[in-house]
């Protein structure tokens, strides 16, 4: 059986402005690489923008800080906490 597979429609754009310096430096990496300068800044960026996401969104703890992390959160919640949440908030 032979399955096809179609690449998503590329119909958003993003342009940038580059100093003369820029442009060649991109050039000459994509041509290093065997890719147009396109596929190669897509290929760039959306690893970059991958990575920047994860750094901020994903909270990485060592074994132990996490076994800590869970103790605490098995704990009864103090007073004080309890009676945050329960108040009114002045801003609605």
Do not use: C, Y
């Amino acid at each position: 059986m032979t399955s096809i597979t179609t690449e998503p429609v590329r119909s958003s754009r993003l342009n940038m402005r580059l100093t003369p310096e820029q442009r060649q430096t991109i050039d000459m990496a994509a041509s290093l690489k065997g890719s147009s300068i396109t596929q190669w800044a897509i290929d760039h960026l959306v690893t970059d923008a991958r990575r920047d996401i994860e750094e901020e969104t994903v909270t990485r703890l060592p074994s132990k800080a996490f076994d800590e992390f869970l103790k605490a959160l098995d704990k009864p919640m103090p007073q004080a906490a309890r009676d945050l949440i329960d108040m009114d908030p002045d801003w609605l």
